[in-house]
Antibody
Framework: EVQLVESGGGSVQPGGSLRLSCAASGFTLSNYAMSWVRQAPGKGLEWVSAVSRSGSYTYYVDSVKGRFTISRDSSKNTLFLQMNSLGAEDTAVYYC???????????????????WGQGTLVTVSS | DIVMTQSPDSLAVSLGERATINCKSSQNIFYSPNNKNYLSWYQQKPGQPPKLLIYWASTRESGVPDRFSGSGSGTDFALTISSLQAEDVAVYYCQQYYFTPLTFGGGTKVEIK
């Protein structure tokens, strides 16, 4: 059974950092181009970042470029999101998502998601 | 970035009646070489992650009841619930996966009238 379990969320002051983890089971994470998607309280869904199936390429929404870094540890079957210089606008539930289909190149990423974790809440507030 | 515009924002339908949600993309998300529209639909219930319902605009995900159907092509799409059930109360999102960044519609809340 496919499972995705996020952790690492919490409260942080503006300008602070957090590292989110997504532990995968039931499939080999490095065989998929995994994504992070977030949802601000009471708001809609926003795709944040993805890593290519090969692991060679990463992709980000403009609002997090230069601040967030996606990575994975194949030996631990775990996806990460390092988040720096956090602001109030980053307050959200962060989901990791597995694509049932994806395609990636050095410049673009396409993906549609069949499994999502339960999410981890990040609150940025002074 | 591609803007996905859903309408209406909310919808109240009687049990057993039809519900239709519209989604419009700011650019064409149909890829002619493979004849596919890069459009999916998700259902999200309170406190839960999104659940994939439809992909390639009209292909139902395994296990999704056949009262859910997707239609449309190019820039205009729709999700139809043919006979609304109580368990269908949720927020529904469309997503385009043709262009990076991937983008979602703003969501449509479906309630029972």
């Amino acid at each position: 059974e496919v499972q995705l379990v996020e952790s690492g969320g919490g409260s942080v002051q503006p300008g602070g950092s957090l590292r989110l983890s997504c532990a995968a089971s039931g499939f080999t994470l490095s065989n998929y181009a995994m994504s992070w998607v977030r949802q601000a309280p009471g708001k809609g869904l926003e795709w944040v970042s993805a890593v290519s199936r090969s692991g060679s390429y990463t992709y980000y929404v403009d609002s997090v470029k230069g601040r967030f870094t996606i990575s994975r540890d194949s030996s631990k079957n775990t996806l990460f999101l390092q988040m720096n210089s956090l602001g109030a606008e980053d307050t959200a539930v962060y989901y990791c998502a597995k694509p049932f289909w994806s395609y990636d190149t050095s410049t673009y990423y396409q993906g549609c998601f069949d499994y999502w974790g339960q999410g981890t809440l990040v609150t940025v507030s002074s | 970035d591609i803007v996905m515009t859903q309408s209406p924002d909310s919808l109240a339908v009687s049990l057993g009646e039809r519900a239709t949600i519209n989604c419009k993309s700011s650019q064409n998300i149909f890829y002619s070489p493979n004849n596919k529209n890069y459009l999916s639909w998700y259902q999200q219930k309170p406190g839960q992650p999104p659940k994939l319902l439809i992909y390639w605009a009209s292909t139902r995900e395994s296990g999704v009841p056949d009262r859910f159907s997707g239609s449309g092509s190019g820039t205009d799409f729709a999700l139809t619930i043919s006979s609304l059930q109580a368990e269908d109360v949720a927020v529904y999102y469309c997503q385009q996966y043709y262009f990076t960044p991937l983008t979602f519609g703003g969501g449509t809340k479906v309630e029972i009238k």
